[in-house]
């Protein structure tokens, strides 16, 4: 059995913090307003979305690489609904 400490026994770890619907209500316009963090170069994002963890109170709940990936599986399903829409607007039945 693994022995775990007094003080790691009740904190959150980044796989165990449930992110909620009001985490993304924040995130998508705190993204927007803060695009100048994230510029394209090596691991800007991730010292970007750092910044809202600590923005949020998050350290230690979540870490960058979560919220990278959460934000890019926001964009790709705003592509998929995008691309739904576009069809049944533009190809005729």
Do not use: C, H
């Not at 770890?13 to 009001?22: G, I």
């Not at 695009?35 to 994002?45: C, D, H, W």
């Not at 995008?82 to 069809?87: K, Q, S």
């Amino acid at each position: 059995m693994a022995d775990i400490s007094a003080e790691t026994a009740g904190a959150a770890t980044p796989q165990s913090y449930k992110w909620t619907d009001e985490d993304t209500r924040e995130l998508i316009p705190w993204r927007a307003a803060n695009a100048e963090l994230f510029t394209g170069r090596r691991n800007a994002t991730l010292t970007g979305f750092e910044e809202f963890i600590k923005k949020k109170g998050l350290e230690g709940m979540l870490d960058a690489k979560a919220i990278r990936k959460r934000w890019e599986n926001l964009v790709q399903k705003y592509k998929r609904r995008l691309l739904e829409v576009l069809v049944l607007v533009f190809v005729p039945s």
